[in-house]
């Protein structure tokens, strides 16, 4: 399915794609690595920043990949991956992991998971899925998966930030009677 903008219901703008990245670039996102491994045991990833929950009943989640990635194709013959939650302190992981070529798993240690796919060791959180749907949206793959397993890890989760990573900082918000005593 190809879900594209009905030009006459799109409003003619002249929206660059700098000026896109910037002003959605103040919403913070995780940083996901979708992981697999194909039949001659290449360890295949990419990384994503629209990973999300989609459905609760029955348990669905989606992220988008541009569709220029030459990981995709490969991963997406699999029909299955792991949705790696990377912890804050595995911004190299993301980093080798959005390289291309054959070498991006190079020294990082992995687990195999429930569907024989790669586990990062460290993540925050481990989504095992079998891929159920893949729209193209614009100039992404929009992919579904249904969610078979989930092994949650430790620690907290990489966030990225007009273009920076960052960790989570919970706010400090007072009481009503901390409020009411100043």
């Known amino acids: 399915m190809d879900i594209t903008p009905d030009t006459e219901q799109t409003p003619s703008t002249n929206i660059t794609p700098a000026y896109y990245r910037q002003v959605l670039g103040k919403l913070p ?26 459905s609760l009943e029955p348990p669905l989640v989606m992220f988008c990949v541009d569709k220029s990635s030459s990981s995709w194709p490969k ?9 790696n939650i990377l912890a804050d302190d595995q911004i190299a992981i993301c980093r080798s992991l959005s390289r291309k070529g054959p070498e991006k798993f190079e020294n990082l240690p992995c687990t195999e998971g429930p569907l024989g796919t790669p586990h990062l060791d460290g993540a925050t959180a481990y989504i095992d899925c079998l891929v159920t ?10 992919v579904v998966g249904a969610v078979s397993h989930m092994t949650e890890g430790n620690g907290d989760a990489l966030l990225f930030r007009a273009g920076k990573f960052g960790q ?4 400090e918000i007072p009481t009503e009677a901390a409020r009411s005593a100043s």
């Open 168 to 171: 989570y900082q919970p706010l």
């Open 29 to 54: 996102t995780g940083v996901v690595a979708i992981t697999g491994i194909n039949d001659d045991n290449e360890k295949l990833g990419l990384v994503v920043g629209t990973f999300q929950s989609l």
């Open 75 to 83: 991963l997406r013959k699999l029909q299955k991956f792991t949705a």
């Open 133 to 142: 749907a893949e729209v193209v949206v614009g100039d992404h793959y929009m």
